[in-house]
């Protein structure tokens, strides 16, 4: 993996809080999460469709939607506030700096224009010096780099004459003709077939030890983070419940929800007749959240304090935490003395 510039990190999201301000009242979408990424380094944040996963990270864009806002917390990419950033700051830095994948590419393209076209003004868009015989010749070498044949021609086809895979290589291709440091990745195999995905999946790995990026991998597709991520953030209701090493999540999960998640996912070793266990219950109202964990009302091991107060974070392994009362239990076990580590409290 890349070193990149010194100790400093690529990223660094501390206490991260975002809010939908509704008729209805205050949408507490993202609960003060925090997490940071390397140089070259890919991380998943994975969790059930309204965890927050897409919020975040298009506060690290600059591209939440009102009602949305950040009301807390601090977004650093490479020592620099990027909730500090102007307009125009922010229009530089996305696109230059940070890249991002959407989850459906036919509502990304614009269909009346051809894709050499719209690959070119992405370019030309930061880059205003390059003349635009250099910015095509520049969309043709990431096509190719992107498994795109026959480029010449497809500069001259619009999006609907390309497949679904295609489409998606062509907004990968257009995330990275600026070079970012940074591709922010949202479900961007969800909308393929299974072949397709995987041929994504190693096209990005492919792009990632090539241009030594760091990317945030966006799913709640567990098989995917498996295969090309280096450590996981597992979110649920607006808050991380677990982080660790992608190994660790997988092999010594510690939080009932990633145990769950990993349960209800499919394996290929399994006996024809094991059946999936599903996730009980249904996720929480996030106009009301619970006090205590947000989990807890879906939680077989829930006991009355999760259902009162959130638990603080629990080393329970190197790099790897989880915020669940059990793992606090256990570590207050094995301290002698009984003095309970505060370390990284966050909510």
């Not at 950040?70 to 977004?75: D, L, P, T, Y």
Request: include cysteine; proline fraction near 5%.
């Amino acid at each position: 993996m890349a070193e990149g510039n010194g100790n400093q990190k690529l990223l660094e999201v501390k206490d991260l809080h975002v809010s939908f301000f509704t008729p209805a009242g205050e949408v507490k979408a993202v609960g003060g999460i925090s997490y940071d990424l390397n140089y070259g380094e890919v991380m998943g944040v994975v969790g059930e469709s309204g965890s927050g996963k897409s919020q975040e990270a298009y506060s690290i864009m600059g591209l939440l939607q009102s009602p949305g806002k950040v009301v807390g917390g601090s977004i650093t990419f490479e020592g620099q506030d990027v909730l500090k950033f102007s307009k125009d700051e922010m229009t530089s830095f996305r696109g230059s700096k940070v890249a991002m994948i959407f989850q459906n590419p036919m509502t990304c393209l614009n269909p009346v224009y051809t894709i050499g076209n719209q690959l070119v003004e992405a370019l030309r868009a930061h880059d205003r010096e390059i003349s635009r015989e250099d910015a095509e010749k520049r969309a043709m070498e990431m096509m190719e780099m992107v498994g795109i044949n026959n480029v010449e021609k497809r500069m001259k086809q619009y999006p609907h004459e390309f497949s679904g895979g295609m489409r998606q290589r062509v907004m990968i291709a257009m995330g990275l003709i600026c070079h970012p440091q940074l591709l922010i990745a949202d479900e961007p195999t969800t909308a393929l077939d299974v072949t397709i995905q995987a041929q994504i999946l190693e096209l990005m790995k492919a792009l990632q030890k090539k241009t030594k990026m760091g990317i945030i991998f966006i799913t709640h597709n567990l098989g995917v983070v498996a295969d090309i991520c280096d450590k996981v953030s597992v979110m649920y209701a607006g808050k991380i419940v677990e982080q660790g090493p992608v190994d660790d999540i997988f092999y010594k999960a510690a939080h009932p929800y990633t145990l769950g998640l990993l349960r209800s996912m499919p394996r290929v070793d399994a006996d024809s007749y094991e059946r999936l266990i599903p996730i009980e219950g249904t996720p929480v109202d996030m106009l009301n959240p619970p006090e205590g964990c947000p989990f807890a009302p879906r939680c077989e091991h829930c006991m009355k304090i999760c259902l009162k107060k959130m638990p603080p974070y629990v080393e329970v392994g190197e790099n790897h935490r989880s915020a669940c009362w059990l793992r606090v239990q256990e570590y207050l076990n094995k301290k002698s003395d009984g003095g309970e580590d505060g370390r990284n409290e966050q909510q």
